[in-house]
């Protein structure tokens, strides 16, 4: 049996982030900054051995609205909104 309080996360490349036994079945992981793109997600009980379950997470842009048209609606809906980015 594993110290589920010593969990670790690797993602991509980047190892020892915040992590902890969530329940049973679940464990949650603080993802670190990186650059737009998929990198694999493993994780250890012993800070040691980490998983090779080729698990993947995606890093997206970021997406910055600068300005949306029109700025206001009718509150019953159904207006087309445009972003500019």
Known sequence: MYD????DCRVGTISS???RD???HQIICLTPAHAPGRVPVDIAA???D????????TYRQTVSVLSVYPA??????????????
């Open 4 to 7: 589920t309080s010593v969990l």
């Open 17 to 19: 982030l915040a992590s």
């Open 22 to 24: 969530s329940s049973l």
């Open 46 to 48: 012993n800070q040691v």
């Open 50 to 57: 980490f998983t090779a379950a080729e698990l993947m997470y």
């Open 72 to 85: 206001a609606s009718p509150v019953s809906g159904g207006t087309v909104v445009r972003w500019c980015s």
